[in-house]
C-alpha cells in the first residue's frame, strides 16, 4: 500500500522555536492538490545540542511513517510533509463511524417551484451548488469495504473527512501537547490551490478556486452560497455558521421592508399631527449650573423627528417583529433539521476531541472522586469552589452594568457641557440650521459613549477569558459553551446598558422645580437627567444608530484591512518565483479555536439591536440587512483569501447561540412593550386624544400645553413673576395639592401598564401557537430519514446473507460454476441481486 496512489488531502504545518537563534518545525497534513494524503512540517534548526530534551522526546514521539522535507525561503525554516495513506483513512474513519455512500438516492431532490424563472439570476451553477450526487449513507465499516460505492480512494472520502482524520490522529500522538510546549510553532491544512487560478493538475481538486469565484466576490453578493462545496472544503462547522448567516440574512429581508414601511407611513402622517408650539414658551433648565431657560420652539425639528419612528405605525411594527423573531427561529430549525439529513449528521454525537477532558482541568483539580461509570478515581471541581467562582462572575456583570451606565451619563454631561452653555434665555434656539441643542447635545453623547464602548469591549474580552479559566471547565465543549455565555453577557451589559438607560430609567425619576432626584443624593450634584417635551425615544433612536452603524462599520474594517495588512506584512520577503503552496499558507493569519465564536458574537449582538429596540427604530432591520449582505462576503473572501486553512470539524446545530437567541427574543417582546408604553409619547397622547381633548370633537389641539405643568419664579430678565414649565401632570402653585400628581397622570399610568399586558399577551400566544404550529423537522426530511434507516437494515442483511452463500460455495465447490459469483465482482452481483 505504500506505493499506491491515495487520495488528495490537505496540510497541516507547525512551528516551533527554541534554543539561541530558535527552531522551528511545521507539519501539513495531507495537502490537497497532491497525489497523496500528507502533512508537511517546518522546522528550523541551530544544533541538536540546543534542544532541551523533552522537545527531543517529544519529536521522536510524533513519527510519521513517510515525510517529505522542504526549505523555505529564509533558508532556516523547514516544511515536512507527512503522507496519511488509505489505510490510515479507512481505519479512522471505522473508528470514528463516519458516514459514507453505499447507494445513490432515488428521491428527488423537490418539486417543481411556480415561476422558478424569477430565482434563476440569484442561482449558482449546478455543479458549484451539488459538488456530488445525493446518497444514501451509512457508518463507514473497514471490513465491509465492497458494501459502499468506491469507485475512486483517491476521491472517496472528502476533503473535511481527510481534513479531520488526519487532525483525529495528529492529536493522538500529541500534537498539541508539542504545540503547547513549544516544539512547534503551529499546525494547519494547506489550501488545494491558489485562490485565483485553478490547480495546474488538472486530476487535483480546486475547490478554494471555485469558492473564490462563486462565493467570496463581492460581485457575487445577490447570489445564493454554495453551502455544499463550504461544507466539503471546510467541513460542517463552518457550513453551519455560513447556512445561518444567510438565512438570517434572507429572513431580514421582509423586517427591513416592514421596517420601511413603517417608517413611510411616519412621514406621509406627520400632517395629520401638528401641534402649534407658542414662541413665549420658557421652560425650566435641563441642568443646575450650566444650563439656563430656553424656549419651547426649538424643539419643533426635534418633534418631527421623533413623530417618524414615533406613530401609531409603530406599535404594529413592534408587534410583529415579535412575531418575525419566532419565525426566524422555527424555520430555521426546520431548515437546521433539513442540513442534518443532507451532511449526514442525524445520529451526530459531539466529536470525541470535544468530550475530553481539558488538560488545565487535571492539573489544577486537585480533589479527586470516584466516577461510577469507569469506576476510576478522577480530578474533579467541589461544589463550593464552582460557587464562589460563579458568585464572582455575578458581581462582575454587576460592575459592568454600573460602569455602563456611569460611562453614559459622564459621556452627556460632557457633552451638555460643551453645548448648553450658559446664555440668555432669548439666546437659545438652533445651534445649526438642523441642529437643536437637545439633538446635539445626544448626537455628540453618543458618540463619546460608542468610543468608550469599543475600549471597555477590549477589557471586558479578556475578563471573560480570565473568569472563564478560572471556572476551570472540564471538557473543551464546557469550555465553549461557558465562554460564549460570559461574552454575551458581558457585550450584552457593554452595548445595551446606554440603550436601556435611555429607554428605561432617564426622565422618569426627575422630581420636579424645587425638590429635584439626584443620582446619589442632593451632595454628589448629579441630578437626574430629564427628557425634553418631545420625548425621550428620539435620543434612544440616536444612541441605537450610532453604536450599531459603528459597531457594524467597525467590524467590517477591522475583518478585512487587519488580515490584508497583516498577510502583506509576512509575505512581503517572499520570492514569488519560489512561493511554494506551503509557504504561501504560512504566511496566511492563523484561524482559532475561537474564531467562528467572535463571529457569531457580532450577529447575535445585532439581533439584539434589532430586536430589543426595534420599537425606537423600525429602519434598522435594513440597516443590518445591508450589513449582512456585506457581512456574508468579507467573511467568505476572508476565509478563501486571508486565512489558513482550519481544521474541519463537525456541529449539527450552532450551539449555545440557539439558547441564546430564544430569550432574546422573548425578552424583545417586553422591552419592546415598555418601550411603546414608557419611552413612547403614543398613550399620553392617545389618553388626551379620547378622554381630556378640549370640546366635542377629537382633536390633538392644545396637547403639548396640557402635559406640561407650571413653576411660578421671579424671572428679571423676563417678566417680574414668570411661568416657567417643564414635563409632567401636577398641579400649578395655590392648588391645595400644588406639585402633586394629577388625575390625568394616573389614568395615562393605567392605559400604559393596560397597553403592556395587552401586547404581551397578544405577542406571546401567537408567538408559542406559530411555534406550535411549525414542526421543528419537516415531513419530507422524516421520510428520508426512515427510508435510510429501513435500506440500511435491508441492505446490511441481503449483504450480509449473500456473502455467506459465496463462503459456503467456496468452501464445497473447487472451480467456480457459471453463473456464481467471485470475490472481483462480488459487488456487481449484489447489486443486480438486490
Same mark, same amino acid.
Given at each position: 500500500?505504500?506505493?499506491?496512489?491515495?487520495?488528495?488531502?490537505?496540510?497541516?504545518?507547525?512551528?516551533?522555536?527554541?534554543?539561541?537563534?530558535?527552531?522551528?518545525?511545521?507539519?501539513?497534513?495531507?495537502?490537497?492538490?497532491?497525489?497523496?494524503?500528507?502533512?508537511?512540517?517546518?522546522?528550523?534548526?541551530?544544533? %541538536?545540542?540546543?534542544?532541551?530534551?523533552? /522537545?527531543?522526546?517529544?519529536?521522536?514521539? !510524533?513519527?510519521?511513517?513517510?515525510?517529505?522535507?522542504?526549505?523555505?525561503?529564509?533558508?532556516? =525554516?523547514?516544511?515536512?510533509?507527512?503522507?496519511?495513506?488509505?489505510?490510515?483513512?479507512?481505519?479512522?474513519?471505522?473508528?470514528?463511524?463516519?458516514?459514507?455512500?453505499?447507494?445513490?438516492?432515488?428521491?428527488?431532490?423537490?418539486?417543481?417551484?411556480?415561476?422558478?424563472?424569477?430565482?434563476?439570476?440569484?442561482?449558482?451553477?449546478?455543479?458549484?451548488?451539488?459538488? @456530488?450526487?445525493?446518497?444514501?449513507?451509512?457508518?463507514?465499516?473497514?471490513?465491509?469495504?465492497?458494501?459502499?460505492?468506491?469507485?475512486?480512494?483517491?476521491?472517496?472520502?472528502?476533503?473535511?473527512?481527510?481534513?479531520?482524520?488526519?487532525?483525529?490522529?495528529?492529536?493522538?500522538?500529541?500534537?498539541?501537547?508539542?504545540?503547547?510546549?513549544?516544539?512547534?510553532?503551529?499546525?494547519?491544512?494547506?489550501?488545494?490551490?491558489?485562490?485565483?487560478?485553478?490547480?495546474?493538475?488538472?486530476?487535483?481538486?480546486?475547490?478554494?478556486?471555485?469558492?473564490?469565484?462563486?462565493?467570496?466576490?463581492?460581485?457575487?453578493?445577490?447570489?445564493?452560497?454554495?453551502?455544499?462545496?463550504?461544507?466539503?472544503?471546510?467541513?460542517?462547522?463552518?457550513?453551519?455558521?455560513?447556512?445561518?448567516?444567510?438565512?438570517?440574512?434572507?429572513?431580514?429581508?421582509?423586517?427591513?421592508?416592514?421596517?420601511?414601511?413603517?417608517? =413611510?407611513?411616519?412621514?406621509?402622517?406627520?400632517?395629520?399631527?401638528? %401641534?402649534?408650539?407658542?414662541?413665549?414658551?420658557?421652560?425650566?433648565?435641563?441642568?443646575?449650573?450650566?444650563?439656563?431657560?430656553?424656549?419651547?420652539?426649538?424643539?419643533?425639528?426635534?418633534?418631527?423627528?421623533?413623530?417618524?419612528?414615533?406613530?401609531?405605525?409603530?406599535?404594529?411594527?413592534?408587534?410583529?417583529?415579535?412575531?418575525?423573531?419566532?419565525?426566524?427561529?422555527?424555520?430555521?430549525?426546520?431548515?437546521?433539521?433539513?442540513?442534518?439529513?443532507?451532511?449526514?449528521?442525524?445520529?451526530?454525537?459531539?466529536?470525541?476531541?470535544?468530550?475530553?477532558?481539558?488538560? +488545565?482541568?487535571? %492539573?489544577?483539580? #486537585?480533589?479527586?472522586?470516584?466516577?461510577?461509570?469507569?469506576?476510576?478515581?478522577?480530578?474533579? &471541581?467541589?461544589?463550593?469552589?464552582?460557587?464562589?467562582?460563579?458568585?464572582?462572575?455575578?458581581?462582575?456583570?454587576?460592575?459592568?452594568?454600573?460602569?455602563?451606565?456611569?460611562?453614559?451619563?459622564?459621556?452627556?454631561?460632557?457633552?451638555?457641557?460643551?453645548?448648553?452653555?450658559?446664555?440668555?434665555?432669548?439666546?437659545?434656539?438652533? $445651534?445649526?440650521?438642523?441642529?437643536?441643542?437637545?439633538?446635539?447635545?445626544?448626537?455628540?453623547?453618543?458618540?463619546?459613549?460608542?468610543?468608550?464602548?469599543?475600549? &471597555?469591549?477590549?477589557?471586558?474580552?479578556?475578563?471573560?477569558?480570565? *473568569?472563564?479559566?478560572?471556572?476551570?471547565?472540564?471538557?473543551?465543549?464546557?469550555?465553549?459553551?461557558?465562554?460564549?455565555?460570559?461574552?454575551?453577557?458581558?457585550?450584552? $451589559?457593554?452595548?445595551?446598558?446606554?440603550?436601556?438607560?435611555?429607554?428605561?430609567?432617564?426622565?422618569?425619576?426627575?422630581?420636579?422645580?424645587?425638590?429635584?432626584?439626584?443620582?446619589?443624593?442632593?451632595?454628589?450634584?448629579?441630578?437626574?437627567?430629564?427628557?425634553?417635551?418631545?420625548?425621550?425615544?428620539?435620543?434612544?433612536? =440616536?444612541?441605537?444608530?450610532?453604536?450599531?452603524?459603528?459597531?457594524?462599520?467597525?467590524?467590517? *474594517? @477591522?475583518?478585512?484591512?487587519?488580515?490584508?495588512?497583516?498577510?502583506?506584512?509576512?509575505?512581503?520577503?517572499?520570492?514569488?518565483?519560489?512561493?511554494?503552496?506551503? +509557504?504561501?499558507?504560512?504566511?496566511?493569519?492563523?484561524?482559532? @479555536?475561537?474564531?467562528?465564536?467572535?463571529?457569531?458574537?457580532?450577529?447575535?449582538? @445585532?439581533?439584539?439591536?434589532?430586536?430589543?429596540?426595534?420599537?425606537?427604530?423600525?429602519?434598522?432591520?435594513?440597516?443590518?440587512?445591508?450589513?449582512?449582505?456585506? +457581512?456574508?462576503?468579507?467573511?467568505?473572501?476572508?476565509? %478563501?483569501?486571508?486565512?489558513?486553512?482550519?481544521?474541519?470539524?463537525?456541529?449539527?446545530?450552532?450551539?449555545?447561540?440557539?439558547?441564546?437567541?430564544?430569550?432574546?427574543?422573548?425578552?424583545?417582546?417586553?422591552?419592546?412593550?415598555?418601550?411603546?408604553?414608557?419611552?413612547?409619547?403614543?398613550?399620553?397622547?392617545?389618553?388626551?386624544?379620547?378622554?381630556?381633548?378640549?370640546?366635542?370633537?377629537? #382633536?390633538?389641539?392644545?396637547?403639548?400645553?396640557?402635559? &406640561?405643568?407650571?413653576? /411660578?419664579?421671579?424671572?428679571?430678565?423676563?417678566?417680574?413673576?414668570?411661568?416657567?414649565?417643564?414635563?409632567?401632570?401636577?398641579?400649578?402653585?395655590?392648588?391645595?395639592?400644588?406639585?402633586?400628581?394629577?388625575?390625568? !397622570?394616573?389614568?395615562?399610568?393605567?392605559?400604559?401598564?393596560?397597553?403592556?399586558?395587552?401586547?404581551?399577551?397578544?405577542?406571546?400566544?401567537?408567538?408559542?401557537?406559530?411555534?406550535?404550529?411549525?414542526?421543528?423537522?419537516?415531513?419530507?426530511?422524516?421520510?428520508?430519514?426512515?427510508?435510510?434507516?429501513?435500506?440500511?437494515?435491508?441492505?446490511?442483511?441481503?449483504?450480509?446473507?449473500?456473502?455467506?452463500?459465496? /463462503?459456503?460455495? /467456496?468452501?464445497?465447490?473447487?472451480?467456480?460454476?457459471?453463473?456464481?459469483?467471485?470475490?472481483?465482482?462480488?459487488?456487481?452481483?449484489?447489486?443486480?441481486?438486490?
Amino acid at each position: 500500500m505504500g506505493k499506491t496512489k491515495y487520495l488528495s488531502a490537505f496540510g497541516w504545518r507547525m512551528v516551533v522555536r527554541a534554543g539561541c537563534t530558535g527552531w522551528c518545525m511545521s507539519r501539513t497534513a495531507t495537502l490537497l492538490g497532491f497525489s497523496h494524503s500528507t502533512v508537511s512540517c517546518v522546522y528550523q534548526e541551530c544544533s %541538536t545540542t540546543q534542544r532541551t530534551s523533552s /522537545q527531543l522526546d517529544t519529536m521522536q514521539s !510524533f513519527t510519521p511513517p513517510r515525510l517529505h522535507h522542504h526549505l523555505r525561503y529564509d533558508l532556516k =525554516t523547514y516544511f515536512l510533509k507527512i503522507h496519511a495513506p488509505w489505510e490510515v483513512l479507512a481505519t479512522y474513519a471505522d473508528v470514528l463511524k463516519i458516514k459514507v455512500p453505499f447507494k445513490e438516492s432515488d428521491i428527488p431532490h423537490g418539486q417543481d417551484v411556480p415561476l422558478e424563472w424569477l430565482s434563476r439570476p440569484f442561482r449558482l451553477p449546478e455543479k458549484v451548488m451539488r459538488p @456530488q450526487p445525493d446518497y444514501f449513507t451509512s457508518p463507514f465499516d473497514k471490513d465491509k469495504i465492497d458494501f459502499f460505492l468506491i469507485k475512486n480512494q483517491d476521491t472517496f472520502f472528502p476533503p473535511s473527512t481527510r481534513n479531520r482524520i488526519v487532525s483525529t490522529e495528529t492529536d493522538k500522538k500529541g500534537i498539541k501537547r508539542l504545540l503547547n510546549n513549544g516544539t512547534y510553532t503551529s499546525a494547519f491544512p494547506l489550501h488545494d490551490c491558489r485562490y485565483w487560478e485553478r490547480n495546474t493538475n488538472e486530476q487535483c481538486e480546486s475547490e478554494r478556486y471555485h469558492l473564490y469565484k462563486n462565493w467570496a466576490r463581492f460581485l457575487c453578493f445577490y447570489k445564493e452560497q454554495p453551502l455544499n462545496l463550504i461544507r466539503k472544503y471546510y467541513g460542517e462547522k463552518i457550513g453551519i455558521y455560513f447556512a445561518w448567516l444567510g438565512f438570517y440574512t434572507e429572513m431580514l429581508f421582509f423586517a427591513a421592508v416592514m421596517g420601511v414601511i413603517c417608517f =413611510t407611513y411616519g412621514v406621509l402622517s406627520y400632517d395629520d399631527n401638528l %401641534t402649534s408650539i407658542g414662541g413665549s414658551t420658557v421652560m425650566c433648565p435641563l441642568c443646575d449650573k450650566k444650563c439656563s431657560y430656553w424656549k419651547l420652539n426649538s424643539t419643533c425639528l426635534s418633534s418631527w423627528q421623533s413623530h417618524l419612528f414615533d406613530n401609531e405605525g409603530t406599535v404594529f411594527f413592534a408587534m410583529f417583529m415579535g412575531i418575525w423573531v419566532t419565525l426566524f427561529l422555527e424555520f430555521w430549525k426546520r431548515r437546521q433539521a433539513q442540513l442534518e439529513y443532507e451532511w449526514d449528521l442525524v445520529d451526530f454525537e459531539e466529536e470525541q476531541q470535544q468530550l475530553q477532558i481539558r488538560p +488545565e482541568f487535571e %492539573t489544577k483539580c #486537585t480533589d479527586q472522586r470516584l466516577n461510577r461509570i469507569t469506576q476510576e478515581m478522577e480530578p474533579y &471541581l467541589p461544589l463550593p469552589k464552582k460557587c464562589g467562582r460563579f458568585c464572582l462572575s455575578g458581581m462582575l456583570l454587576i460592575v459592568a452594568c454600573i460602569t455602563g451606565v456611569i460611562v453614559y451619563r459622564l459621556a452627556v454631561y460632557a457633552a451638555f457641557a460643551s453645548i448648553m452653555k450658559d446664555s440668555p434665555t432669548k439666546k437659545i434656539h438652533l $445651534v445649526g440650521s438642523l441642529i437643536t441643542p437637545q439633538l446635539a447635545t445626544s448626537v455628540t453623547a453618543s458618540f463619546i459613549n460608542f468610543i468608550i464602548i469599543m475600549i &471597555l469591549n477590549f477589557f471586558y474580552e479578556r475578563v471573560a477569558i480570565w *473568569i472563564t479559566d478560572m471556572e476551570i471547565p472540564k471538557t473543551h465543549l464546557e469550555y465553549e459553551n461557558k465562554l460564549t455565555m460570559k461574552m454575551f453577557l458581558f457585550q450584552f $451589559v457593554n452595548y445595551y446598558s446606554s440603550c436601556f438607560y435611555v429607554a428605561f430609567f432617564k426622565g422618569k425619576f426627575v422630581g420636579y422645580p424645587g425638590n429635584y432626584t439626584y443620582m446619589f443624593g442632593k451632595y454628589s450634584r448629579l441630578r437626574n437627567e430629564e427628557c425634553d417635551p418631545g420625548g425621550c425615544l428620539i435620543e434612544l433612536t =440616536t444612541q441605537l444608530v450610532i453604536v450599531m452603524t459603528g459597531k457594524q462599520v467597525c467590524g467590517n *474594517i @477591522q475583518e478585512a484591512l487587519l488580515p490584508l495588512l497583516r498577510n502583506w506584512w509576512c509575505s512581503r520577503k517572499a520570492r514569488k518565483d519560489q512561493y511554494s503552496r506551503w +509557504e504561501q499558507d504560512h504566511d496566511l493569519q492563523n484561524f482559532s @479555536q475561537l474564531g467562528l465564536f467572535y463571529e457569531y458574537l457580532e450577529m447575535v449582538i @445585532q439581533f439584539g439591536f434589532i430586536t430589543l429596540f426595534v420599537a425606537s427604530f423600525p429602519l434598522a432591520p435594513l440597516l443590518a440587512l445591508c450589513n449582512n449582505i456585506l +457581512e456574508v462576503r468579507v467573511d467568505a473572501w476572508k476565509f %478563501t483569501t486571508q486565512f489558513r486553512r482550519p481544521v474541519a470539524a463537525k456541529a449539527h446545530n450552532i450551539g449555545a447561540w440557539q439558547e441564546i437567541l430564544n430569550v432574546v427574543a422573548i425578552l424583545s417582546v417586553v422591552t419592546n412593550a415598555f418601550i411603546m408604553a414608557f419611552t413612547s409619547d403614543m398613550i399620553p397622547r392617545l389618553v388626551y386624544l379620547y378622554a381630556y381633548h378640549p370640546g366635542s370633537e377629537a #382633536t390633538m389641539s392644545g396637547y403639548i400645553n396640557n402635559s &406640561l405643568s407650571c413653576m /411660578q419664579l421671579l424671572c428679571p430678565n423676563i417678566s417680574p413673576i414668570c411661568c416657567l414649565r417643564y414635563r409632567d401632570y401636577r398641579y400649578p402653585p395655590g392648588h391645595q395639592r400644588q406639585y402633586s400628581h394629577t388625575m390625568q !397622570f394616573w389614568h395615562i399610568l393605567a392605559a400604559k401598564l393596560a397597553f403592556i399586558i395587552i401586547m404581551e399577551h397578544v405577542v406571546f400566544v401567537v408567538k408559542f401557537f406559530v411555534a406550535w404550529l411549525i414542526p421543528d423537522v419537516p415531513s419530507e426530511v422524516k421520510a428520508r430519514i426512515k427510508r435510510e434507516r429501513y435500506l440500511i437494515q435491508e441492505y446490511l442483511h441481503n449483504y450480509e446473507v449473500e456473502k455467506l452463500k459465496i /463462503q459456503l460455495s /467456496q468452501s464445497f465447490i473447487i472451480e467456480p460454476k457459471p453463473g456464481v459469483c467471485t470475490a472481483t465482482d462480488m459487488h456487481d452481483v449484489l447489486s443486480e441481486c438486490l
